[in-house]
Structure formats: C-alpha cells, structure tokens
C-alpha cells in the first residue's frame, strides 16, 4: 500500500472568454485513498465538475489546467503526455452526468463495451464479450444478454446510467469519477444505482461521487469535501461532516434540505443570495455575502486552511474549532 | 432582500447586441460588408459622375467598341453600341440589387409568414401549408417564369415578383423547421397559458425567435436572386432596354470576348466582387447569430 | 367549506404511438388515465410520482394545454372544455403555471419586464403605461427581485432569479391558483430552499392555492396540504399530509418513500431498502396497460387478482383514498414520526430485501 491513489495539490483550472480568464478551479488540494469513497459537493458554479475534467486532461479547448495532479505517483498534468494517456480510459474512468450523452446513440451495447477493450488490444472479441456480459452482471443489468443487442435509446434512464458504468468498469479501473450520476433518476431507480456503486465500492473500487444530493452522499460517501466559489471549504470524513459542520456553508447547505423525518417548519432556512458566477474574484471569502457568521476578516482576506485529523476547513470563523490555519 | 442583486451597470443588450458584437470581431465579414457598401454606393454615385448618359452613343469613335482610356472619359471603354460601360456597369448595379433586394424582401414576407404559421399549427394545418409548398417546388421554375414573362412582357417589376414567389418556399420551411422547435420550449407553454391568441403568439415569441436564420438565409439568398437574374438576361429574359443589368453586361460581354474582352472584365469583376462579399457577410451572420451563449 | 376552484372527474388523455406502417393499427399510450382531483381556494395539492407517471401531463391537460381524451375539468363549478373560449379565458385569468427550466420558461429575446407586462395586459386587459410599468415592479419586488433587473433578459439571469421572474409573470395579474410543474427541480438546493419559502409567503400573503407537481417528497411535504401519489397514469393514493407521511398504505407510496435517500449517514447503517425495490416504471401501450394493477409488475405483494383486475380508490376515512386490492392485509405502517428516527418497524412493514443483506 503505497501513498494515496490520487494526489491533487494546489490545482487552478481557467477558461479563456472574450471577456477575460474565468477561474472555475482555484488552489484545490486533495487525497483519495485506494477503495475510499470521496463525495464532492457543490451547486452550481462552484466547479466541481470542472476540477475532475481539469485533471484528467478534459476541458474543452479554451481551458486550461495548472498544478500538480499525481496518480499513483506518476504526474499527469507534467509536460509528459504519456502517463495521462495510459491512465486514463484504463485505470481512471469517468461517468458523464447524462447517460444519453456517455452513449453513442447509433452503435449497440455490446459494440460500446468491448470497443473500450478492443481498442486498446486488452482483450480479443471473444474475452471482450465475455467481460461484458460479467460487468453487465456485475451492474444488475436486468437481461444483459438482451441488452447487448440493444441501442441506447431502447434501454430505459435507468438501465442506460447501468450501461454507462458497466462501460466505465470494463478495463477493471482503479478510480471511478461518477458526475451527478442519479440526478436525471428517479429516486428509486437511484437507490438502485446506488447500490451498484456501492458494491463496486465495496470490491475495492476507489470512487469519486459529483454530486450536490446530500442524501446520496450520506448513503455512499467515507470522505466528503465541499466546495464553494472554486475552492474546497471543508473537507471531513462523512460522520463528521453530517453530525457538526465546521463551516458555515456546509452548515447552511445541510439546513436548506427539506427531510423527511424532520419536523415540518414554516420556512425552509434557506441561504439568501445566489452562488457566485465562476470568474467573480472576491478579495475575501466568496461566502462572506452570504454567510451568518462573517465578520471584516472574511471579507478582505481570504481564509487559510485549518486541519485536525482529518477534517479540514477553510474559514477565519468556523463553527468548529481545529487547529490554526496553516 | 433575498435573492435579489443589486442593480449594477446596465443590461448587456440582449441577443441582438450580444450578436453585433460577434459580427464586428468577425474581420472578414466586416471588410466583406464595407466592400458591398462600397460597391453600392458606387453604384449608386457611379453613373453622375461620368458625362455621359447611359445610351448615348459616342459617335466620335472609332471603332465604336473602344477600349478603356482616360482621355476619352469612357473609364471602362465602351460596348459595341458606342455606349459608355462606366455608367452602364453601375446602372446595371443598381438594378441587380434593386431586383434582389426586392425579390428577397418578398421571399422573406411571405416565407415567413408561411413557415412560422405552418410550424406553429403543426398537425393537418401545417400538413397542407407544406404540402402546397412542396407542390410549388416540383413546379418547373424556368419554365413558369418564361411563361409569365412571355404572357406580360419583360417588367422590372414582373421579375422580382417571380423570383420571389419561388424564392419563399425555401425560406418557408426553413422556417417552419425552426417553428416546430420552437414550439416545444417551455415559454411558448407560458403564453398559450396567458390565453395569448395564435396569431399573436406567431408574431410575438415565433417570428423574433426565427430571425436569426432568416436573417442569414436572406443574407445568401441576395447573391442567388442576381444570378438568377443574370441568367434570366443570358437568355434574353431580362430587363429590356435601355435599362441595364449586370447579367446582361456580361451576356453581352461574353460575345464579345475576343475582340473586346473589356466589355466582359468590368461587368463581370463587379458581379463577382459583390457575389462574393455578399456570401462572406452571410456566412459572418451565422457565426454571429448562432444563439451559443459565452 | 372553502370554494372548489379546480375540479377534475375522470380526466384521461391519450398520446398515438407512431407504428412503422402506414396502415397499422392506431396504438395509444395512456398519459393520464381516469384522475380525479380537487383544490379549493387557499388549499395546497401536490402530486408526486416519478417519471411517467403522468404529472405534468396532468397538469398540462388541466391548464388546457392538451386535449384530454376523456373525463372533465370545471372551473368554480363551470366546466371548461378545450374549445370553449370565454370559459377557457376566465380560468386562465384565475389559474396561472410556474415550469420547470427557469431561464427556458421566459422568451430569450423578450426582457424581463417585458415578459411580465405582457403577462399582465394579456390576463387584465390593456393598462395605460405607468399604471403598467408600476404593477410590473411592484411584483417584481414581492418575489425579491430589484425592479431595476426588469431591463434584464433571461440569459443574464441565475436560474434562482429566472424562476422568480416566471413566478412574478404567473402571478402580476392576481391568479387564485398557481400550477407548479417541477418548479423547483432544476435549482440548486439552496435556491430551491428559497424558491419554497417565497411560494409559501405568497400562499399566506393573497391566499393562493397551489397545485404543486414534483417527485421531491421532501419538498411536497413541506408545501403541500394534500398529497395525490400517481403512478403510471393513475391515482394510487391520496391523503393528506400527516395521513400520507405518517402511515403511507399503497406499496409504491411506501416504496417511495424508502426509497428517499436521507441526509444522514447513520439512517444508512443496517438493512437498505434498495433491494425490494425493483424494476423501473415502463408504461406500456393499451391495451395490455389496462388490465389490472399498474404497479402489479414491481409489486412484491402482487397476485393474479392483481394483474387481472383494476383496482378502485377505497377509503380508509377521512379522505385517505388507497388504490390497492390488499391494502388492509399489509402489515400496520410506520411512517416518519419525527426526528427520533426511523420507522420502529423494519423496512416500514414490508418483507426485508432479496439480497438478504
């Protein structure tokens, strides 16, 4: 058991737009363990999706990615090409937020299966065909043999976000990167889902959950981190996170869910304002507008990184006390 | 107040603003388009400036087919009639825009109208709205406009008509493809449940959503109309004497090729440069109207 | 007894199936099959299912943006029908939707103010300028947003900000009933949070009545009076709020709400409901859909009186209506007390997952 599976330090992802360079990903940093469950957790614009397209080389040709991203020890964001390309495909695999989209609509199942081996000749046709029926299986995929003869838009949401895993596992990676995975599901077809990726989890697969449904991320997650604004807030392990938030975002984040088995309230305690714009450089916090506990500080100086154990927290006042910011 | 902004700076102009921006960073289609304003005010300018009018004969040369010269003031030379090709080549201009902007103008009216209704109707209306245009197509198009122009004689006004009455069945289901899309957005919901009539629903949040390729299309359809047009007077349909065009210039050039190739070079260089410039602009409003947001 | 806004009896609607042949058979989906429901003035509905239950068809149909194939919609007692213009006029007056995607709900070259003036001259009538221009920033500030963004078009907007402006459009011209259609679904969980309160103060403020359509149970319960649970077309349960959180009696409902993943990682410790949950939802054409139980091909409890036979909405008393041939022989349900925890019983009630984890 070497270091962590996944290394991310100090990660700027930006866009170049007519009207300027758009920050999406500022100095991020973080740790994946070998089979951890890392949650990332944002709304909209905070750039957590942009973070795992940032490193994996992903970005759409006006972006660009700075920092150190290490897989296994080997650097991927180096001036060496190389690592990136034998990775990624094979060992680090990603799920697309919609399934219609991961899928090409005019091939068959099976053809998109196997071309993921065949292309790389890690298997022949015969052993490709046997594999998929396995990760089909293994994805409980109602009817796999079925479904390989099928087209995408013969399977339902639900089978077709089934398919797209299935797809992801079939070069047996080491990391899985699943963006908003359930979102487009309905919650019982995510429930299932869910499972699947917990047995996957459970069988040594290291993943990465995109997500801003806190319920998911309390059903799957061992490690959550929040991001807002572009940078990571605070991350803790799950227990933690969900019994005593440090910071005040994560805190308000989990009050503005409406539960079932809480006891019902006039008003949702909502956070006012909106999240911020990528590319809208405040010279504090980019919470401070928003946030009940902000004080002069916040506004002016941009919070250091606080750290106890494991948890850490990025916030000049925090709601739980860790060591000073570093 | 929560959820509210302060209301800082001004709005940014909307799509229409948003799209004028592109077209101006587009340099090709800016120098295409001051090269068609060039080429019409030139047009427009061109025939004042020379002394002589557009079928007076010079009788002082010899032969009467002279070529281009300063001395003699016939800056493009003359045709094989003795006339000035300076001032022919801009009147006939004039007149190849005239007939294609008006025959576009028609094509736009009425296509859109067409299309954004048919769209909108969907289901059995917009069933035979196309239908009939699909009939209209397979009609022979030379044929219709020799037949016209043989029953009223050769009009500037009965050319236009004609091209444009065949040139609206494109822009009509060009249109109607983008109206049927259209129809599916959720705002299009919203004002049918505001109790909004057809009609009105066509002109307000149809007809403006559409303009973007209809704006392009039309842009493409100018250089179409004016070689139509040079075709119609190749085959000696077009306009009559002593009004110009340039199809006509060229199809008397043609014949003159050998022995007085200017009488082709300047009317020919002129359709080609507006041609083209034309087709750069167009091609620079789609780029510019290609509703991708940054 | 509050007025009856809304009343709908049997409403069906019907989509063709396209077949490859010019002369095959006409098959049908059934969207909507035989709902009935109430509003009243002031009182909120919601109506939960997942996809293809039907909802926003329903609720598409109710506005008479669709043709139903059967069935009734009265307006205040008057029945509307889809051709009748003046009927039709004065429910749209009175009844007024918020949908889904909040920037593609509001015309992309239409400013924001524009978007709800028109709204205004098109419910009430043509209004001289200032009178106009003032009704329009006034509603803009009562659903919290600067009158100075009415110049704003849609696209400059946050998807928060849009939703409000469909909101402050659906309600310039003072409906007395407000159709949701997933309205909040697509926002981001803290501006969902506000979206919520904002359609709450306006409920208490002019006495709105909401229909509300979502498959977020979390949210329908926070807003909602009365809950109707469809499934594939038809209406499974209907109670009210405390009766259908507290002691959920179909098996979808209960499923449902198992299936609801918690904000909580201890609720996840021990037996997942997740394996009895099984299969998805797929509608199938007349005439197979019409035989029997809708939900009889996920249903643990099914059996050949299921399949065979439709059942009808049964009452447990006090408005508690069940679409279910067995529902006294389930077990009693737990539902979701209060903070103290999940349902004493395991899996609320029903057999433990076939995983046997």
Not at chain 3, 221 to 239: K, Q
């Amino acid at each position: 058991m070497g270091g962590p599976l996944l290394e991310i330090r100090n990660l700027d992802v930006a866009f170049a737009t007519p009207r300027g360079t758009v920050r999406a990903v500022r100095e991020v940093s973080l740790e994946l363990r070998r089979g951890e469950c890392l949650a990332l957790v944002g709304e909209s614009g905070s750039g957590k999706s942009q973070l795992f397209l940032g490193s994996f080389g992903l970005l759409a040709a006006s972006g660009f990615a700075r920092g150190t991203v290490r897989f296994d020890g080997r650097e991927l964001l180096g001036p060496d090409p190389a690592p990136l390309r034998e990775v990624l495909g094979t060992r680090v695999a990603m799920v697309a937020q919609d399934p219609m989209n991961a899928l090409t609509p005019h091939l068959t199942i099976a053809r998109q299966l196997s071309e993921v081996v065949l292309e790389r000749g890690v298997l022949d046709a015969e052993a490709a065909k046997k594999r998929s029926l396995e990760v089909l299986r293994s994805v409980r995929m109602p009817d796999p043999e079925a479904r390989l003869r099928q087209y995408p838009h013969e399977l339902s949401g639900g089978q077709r976000q089934r398919a797209a895993i299935a797809m992801a596992l079939m070069t047996q990676p080491d990391l899985l990167v699943a963006d908003e995975p359930t979102t487009a599901l309905d919650v019982t077809v995510q429930a299932q889902v869910l499972e699947v990726l917990r047995e996957a989890r459970d069988r040594g697969l290291a993943l990465v959950l995109i997500t801003h449904d806190l319920g998911v991320v309390a059903g799957i997650a061992d490690r959550v981190a929040v991001m807002y604004g572009g940078r990571i807030v605070e991350s803790a392990p799950v227990r933690e996170l969900f019994a005593g938030p440090a910071h005040p975002y994560t805190a308000a984040l989990l009050a503005s869910v409406p539960r079932l088995d809480a006891a019902l309230t006039r008003r949702l305690a909502g956070i006012e304002g909106q999240p911020p714009r990528p590319g809208v450089e405040a010279p504090g916090c980019a919470f401070a507008p928003r946030c009940p506990a902000t004080t002069e500080q916040c506004r002016v100086a941009q919070p250091g990184l606080r750290a106890a154990g494991e948890r850490r927290v990025a916030c000049h006042t925090p709601l739980v006390r860790l060591g000073e910011p570093s | 107040m929560a959820g509210s902004i302060p209301a800082s700076g001004t709005s940014d102009g909307g799509l229409w603003a948003d799209a004028r921006r592109r077209l101006i960073g587009n340099r090709a289609a800016v120098a295409a388009g001051v090269v068609v304003l060039l080429l019409v005010v030139a047009a427009l300018v061109g025939p004042m400036l020379s002394p002589y009018a557009i079928d007076h004969v010079d009788w002082t040369l010899s032969p009467l087919a002279s070529p281009p010269s300063l001395d003699n003031g016939h800056w493009f030379g003359t045709d094989s009639n003795g006339r000035d090709l300076f001032v022919r080549v801009w009147s006939g201009t004039q007149v190849s825009l005239l007939v294609a902007l008006l025959a576009t103008a028609v094509s736009v009216v009425i296509g859109v109208a067409w299309g954004a209704t048919a769209g909108y109707l969907g289901g059995r209306a917009d069933g035979w709205m196309m239908r009939a245009v699909d009939v209209l197509y397979a009609l022979p198009y030379m044929f219709f406009v020799i037949i016209l122009t043989v029953v009223f004689g050769r009009s500037l006004w009965l050319i236009f008509l004609a091209i444009g009455a065949v040139g609206w069945l494109t822009m009509a289901r060009i249109v109607r493809g983008q109206a049927l899309a259209l129809r599916q957005r959720e705002f299009v919901a919203a004002a049918v449940a505001l109790g909004l009539p057809a009609h009105r629903i066509i002109a307000r949040h149809i007809v403006p959503n559409v303009l973007g390729p209809v704006i392009v299309y039309a842009t493409l359809t100018v250089p179409q109309v004016i070689l139509f047009e040079s075709f119609l007077s190749f085959l000696g349909l077009g306009v009559q004497e002593p009004l110009t065009s340039l199809g006509r210039l060229v199809a008397e050039g043609a014949l003159e090729m050998e022995t007085a190739p200017w009488q082709l070079l300047a009317p020919s260089a002129v359709l080609a440069a507006l041609l083209l410039a034309l087709n750069f602009l167009g091609d620079g409003l789609r780029d510019a109207l290609d509703p991708r947001q940054g | 007894m509050s007025a009856r806004l809304l009343e709908v009896r049997g409403l069906t609607v019907r989509f063709p199936l396209r077949r490859a042949g010019l002369l095959a058979t006409r098959h049908w989906l059934t969207a909507v099959d035989g709902v009935d429901l109430e509003v009243a003035a002031g009182q909120s509905v919601g109506i939960v299912g997942e996809s293809g239950c039907g909802k926003s068809t329903l609720a598409r149909a109710i506005l008479a943006l669709l043709r139903p194939a059967a069935g009734s919609v009265a307006w205040r007692g008057t029945l509307v029908r889809p051709g009748d213009a003046p009927a039709l006029r004065r429910m749209r007056r009175e009844a007024q939707v918020v949908f889904q995607d909040p920037v593609g709900s509001l015309d992309p070259r239409m400013t924001v103010g524009e978007s709800v003036a028109e709204a205004l001259v098109a419910l009430a009538g043509p209004q001289p300028r200032a009178a106009r221009d003032s009704r329009v920033a006034a509603t803009l500030q009562e659903v919290g947003l600067d009158p100075a963004l009415a110049a704003r078009y849609p696209h400059e907007l946050s998807g928060g900000q849009c939703q409000r402006a469909a909101i402050a459009r659906a309600i310039v011209a003072r409906p007395a009933l407000l159709v949701c259609d997933e309205a909040v679904s697509a926002l981001d969980v803290s501006v969902q949070a506000q979206i919520v309160n904002l359609l709450s103060e306006l409920r208490e403020r002019h006495g709105l009545a909401l229909l509300f359509i979502s498959h977020n149970l979390a949210v329908v319960r926070h807003l909602c009076d009365e809950v109707v649970v469809l499934y594939l077309g038809r209406v499974v349960e209907r109670a009210s709020r405390e009766a259908l959180f507290a002691a959920p009696r179909h098996p979808y409902t209960r499923a449902l709400l198992e299936a609801v993943p918690e904000p909580d990682p201890e609720a996840w410790s021990g037996d997942r409901a997740a394996g009895f949950v099984q299969g998805e939802a797929a509608p199938l054409p007349d005439p197979a859909a019409a035989a029997g139980c809708a939900y009889a091909a996920r249903c643990r409890f099914a059996d050949q009186r299921c399949r065979s036979e439709v059942p009808v909405l049964e009452s447990e008393g006090d408005g508690h209506l069940i679409a279910c041939h067995h529902w006294r022989a389930l077990p009693p349900p737990c539902g979701f007390p209060g903070p103290a925890g999940r349902p004493a019983s395991e899996n609320n009630g029903l057999p433990p997952a076939v995983t046997g984890r």
